[in-house]
């Protein structure tokens, strides 16, 4: 049995896998889908055009920048639950600086996309201020931050970011379109040669080289190593004589810049000017998303891809006459967290290991034996 | 001005009791050391299946009344399946269960969507539960409108107060509930089950959330949405935390949160509407923090071990 852990191992994430899946597939049926057609839309329809493959990449964007993000404060032992309103204070900032700049493109858009890390970063050092200096708890005080960032955000689209077209009437605030010069790129405008199908915009790259960063900054550098002893043995990181409470803000504010960031790239992408509701739950999908890239940055890249995958599957049972309301992505991501947080602890176990190895050896034992 | 006042509080109370129900389950899940941040998803559950059986049974007169209550306690029933199923993943498991706590919700609250466009769709209402009110002190001037003449959901919410006081001081259970808060491995020699007591304290707990997520389908606003909860599940949370881990402060703690969104709606209803009113629905959040701050530097209240996980095998 000399690989008996790697096949438990694989034994386990099979298991959940499957119990996932099933838990998933009663839901639909007692919602009176069609089980396998649906898992087919959900798994297998976002292959099937370029289209939807390029729907799929704008939706890992986001995802990608804001899981990278969520497992910093992770890895140095804080929980930011705080990624919607980090976003949406990172756009807005960004929002305010587009509409008033006359730089150059070449100019504007890294000082756009600055603006939307600093926002964000502004807003993810609050909570952890609170946390280091006053003990409040960051995951009560972090969700406080998204509601009041929402109210203030749609305060800003309503009275001073309004768009005057719409303006008395009965449309949803927005602001102003953004200038073209000020958008993000679509990869087919940037490379003509590519085929048309393909119409993702270039802000999976800044995800791409955020993740890269992120990485080498945690696992190569001696703040990065800090802030990871900070987070894996808090107390035997202090006897070492690292300042935790200072690396705890730090890792908030990171991974509001990346939550800022994630915003920003949101909207010159996909949205080209500030909407209620632009977030799109993006902030809390990327909790989800860290967790099951193994909280690594370059894990978080595949995650963030099978997440997008799932996320466009389901937005896109309703166009494929499948009676099941996209509220079925929350349902997913819910049980997703649920069974890998099990998981991972039922691995992490050393005694649960070693009764499966001594039930399995007896078994084969006996086989033996007989 | 008095009408003012009495506007003001006749809105608060009401607003209060689904807060008051969930933070007091959570007391209780809290006082054995498990943090279910997971609240707002059994809420929600518990908000559809309290509106479910209402709308598809309906009736009138007496029948509807036993149906409502049918639902009530389906809901409640709902909450303390879905505090057993987080409860298998944190303490069998021992899950970080902030993590878990945010899976809960999105379950919950992903669940209760779809569900809800599947068998009911659409805006629909029911008629629920209606105020009721009580014989000659409902004719009192100022107090008969503000406090005899409200919803029975109401009163119970607020009778759950000293109930839940009695439960976690004055019975074995609510000693053997704060033992297992406070120091698990104490409670274990004593030959106490760390995991049944905490299993049960999440079920009770769960059980009074998904009546919180009922009374607001079924009583407050008599209709299901998706943002029927909106937040007041991480706002029970805490809410518990501001009211340091006692029914009577966390009674106190969903007064003033409630009296300061009801503040917002009274402000609107007269008229003050040059005011941006974002600015208000936020001062309810800002209050929550800035108590937070002021509680968070006493440690000695809380369960010591609250949200540490108890494993009889491991060294700690």
């Known amino acids: ?354 009764r499966a190895q001594r039930r399995l050896t007896a078994l084969l034992g006996r086989k033996e034996a007989a | 001005m008095l009408d003012f006042i009495v506007l003001f509080l006749t809105v608060g109370i009401p607003l209060s009791s689904a807060l008051l129900l969930a933070s007091l389950g959570e007391t209780v899940n809290q006082r054995s050391g498990v943090f279910n941040l997971g609240c707002e998803g059994v809420m929600s559950m518990g908000a559809f299946v309290g509106m479910l059986i209402p709308f598809m049974v309906g009736g009138a007169g007496k029948v509807a009344w036993y149906v409502n209550l049918a639902g009530l306690i389906a809901s409640a029933l709902v909450g303390a399946l879905l505090g057993l199923l987080f409860g298998v993943v944190v303490i069998k498991f021992g899950a970080p269960q902030g993590i878990a706590g945010i899976g809960l919700q999105l379950f919950g609250t992903g669940l209760a969507g779809s569900l809800y466009r599947h068998f009911i769709g659409g805006a629909q209402g029911v008629a629920g539960i209606d105020a009721i009110r009580i014989p000659f002190l409902c004719d009192l001037p100022i107090v008969g409108k503000m406090l005899f003449s409200c919803n029975p959901m109401v009163y119970f919410a607020f009778l759950m107060v000293p109930a839940v006081h009695y439960l976690l001081f004055k019975t074995s259970w609510g000693l053997r509930v704060r033992a297992c808060g406070t120091m698990p491995r104490a409670a274990d020699s004593m030959g106490i089950d760390v995991s049944r007591t905490r299993y049960q304290a999440l079920a009770f707990g769960s059980a009074m959330a998904g009546l919180a997520g009922a009374y607001l389908s079924v009583c407050y606003a008599k209709i299901f949405t998706d943002t029927l909860i909106g937040g007041r599940g991480f706002i029970a949370v805490a809410l518990v935390y501001f009211g340091r881990w006692s029914p009577l402060g966390v009674m106190g703690g969903a007064l003033l949160f409630s009296l300061a969104q009801a503040l917002q709606l009274a402000v609107q209803a007269y008229g003050f509407t040059t005011f941006p009113y974002e600015f208000l629905v936020m001062l309810p959040y800002v209050l929550v923090i800035v108590v937070l701050i002021f509680v968070g530097k006493s440690k000695h209240v809380g369960p010591a071990m609250l949200g540490k996980p108890f494993n009889r095998e491991m060294r700690t």
């Open chain 1, 1 to 354: 049995m000399k690989h008996f852990k790697l096949i438990y191992t694989a034994g386990v994430i099979l298991l959940s896998v499957l119990l996932t899946l099933g838990i998933a597939a009663l839901i639909l049926a007692v919602l009176g889908a069609d089980v396998l057609k649906t898992f087919w839309v959900i798994f297998c329809y976002p292959f099937t055009t370029l289209k939807n493959l390029s729907g799929v990449i704008n939706i890992m964007t986001p995802l990608t920048i804001v899981g990278v993000g969520s497992c910093v404060p992770y890895r140095s032992g804080i929980v930011n639950i705080g990624g919607e309103g980090q976003m949406v204070m990172g756009l807005l900032l960004a929002i305010v600086f587009a509409l008033n700049t006359e730089l150059p493109r070449t100019l504007a858009l890294p000082c756009i996309l600055l603006c939307g890390v600093l926002g964000g970063a502004c807003w993810g050092a609050l909570p952890g201020l609170l946390k280091a200096r006053f003990g409040v708890s960051e995951l009560l005080s972090t969700v406080m931050f998204n509601y009041i960032a929402a109210q203030f955000y749609s305060y800003c689209l309503r009275v001073p970011l309004l768009d005057p077209a719409v303006a008395g009437g009965s449309g949803d605030p927005q602001t102003v379109k953004l200038e073209t010069s000020e958008w993000l790129s679509r990869i087919n405008e940037v490379f003509p040669s590519l085929d048309k199908g393909l119409r993702f915009h270039t802000g999976i790259f800044i995800a791409l080289l955020i993740a890269l960063i992120v990485y080498l900054f945690m696992w190569k550098t001696p703040v990065g190593f800090k802030m990871r002893a900070a987070g894996s043995s808090e107390r035997a990181a202090r006897y070492g004589g690292i300042s935790v409470s200072r690396y705890m803000v730090l890792a908030m504010m990171i991974s509001g810049a990346c939550c800022g960031l994630a915003g920003t790239v949101e909207i010159l992408g996909v949205h080209h000017r500030g909407l209620g509701n632009c977030t799109g739950g993006y902030g809390f999908s990327g909790i989800v998303v860290a967790l099951f890239g193994g909280l690594h940055p370059l894990g978080v890249i595949p995650a963030a891809f099978f997440f997008a995958l799932i996320s466009y599957g389901c937005s896109a049972l309703q166009i494929n006459k499948i009676p099941v309301p996209s509220n079925m992505i929350d349902v997913l991501q819910g049980l997703v967290i649920l069974v890998i947080v099990a998981a991972k602890l039922i691995l992490a176990n050393p005694y649960l290991m070693d």
